[in-house]
């Protein structure tokens, strides 16, 4: 199946079967691997991207379901890295292994933009994702520097 993919403002046309995981698409047939594979059922958010400015979980999002969205990855949200939340990340030196980050980052842009002033609770509730080196007390911080300033 041929279909044209709306990546990070540019338009990919790929022939894909409709059924592979965007993932897979984003990594192998566009070459963008900031996003990372963890589990592979939706479970750790290490491949969260963001679909019309939603979060989403990209190793089980078929890529027929996304043709005609605007798809967003970590190397889209900032050309330099220089957003507010990847200065809070340096600032509050989040990562420790580094590999959950740009899911985390990406799901914590997502969180910020529908809510600039999350309790520790929205932040839990919202940010189901999974760092195994157990950074989140950072990653707590950095949430409340930026919902201060906000």
């Not at 691997?33 to 939603?54: L, R, S, Y």
Request: proline share 4%; hydrophobic share 35%.
């Amino acid at each position: 199946m041929t279909v044209q993919l709306k990546i990070n403002g540019q338009t990919h046309t790929l022939d894909v079967e409709d059924d592979a995981p965007l993932l897979w698409v984003i990594r192998d047939e566009v070459g963008l691997t900031g996003t990372k594979f963890g589990c592979g059922i939706a479970q750790c958010g290490a491949c969260t991207v963001h679909v019309d400015g939603n979060a989403q979980r990209s190793c089980v999002t078929p890529v027929s379901s996304v043709v005609g969205k605007e798809i967003t990855t970590i190397e889209g949200i900032s050309a330099n890295g220089n957003t507010a939340v990847q200065q809070a990340w340096i600032d509050h030196q989040v990562p420790q292994c580094g590999y959950c980050q740009s899911g985390m980052i990406m799901a914590v842009t997502a969180l910020l933009k529908e809510n600039p002033h999350p309790s520790d609770q929205d932040l839990a509730n919202a940010i189901t994702n999974i760092c195994r080196c157990g950074t989140y007390p950072r990653i707590r911080a950095a949430v409340r520097e930026l919902a201060q300033k906000a």
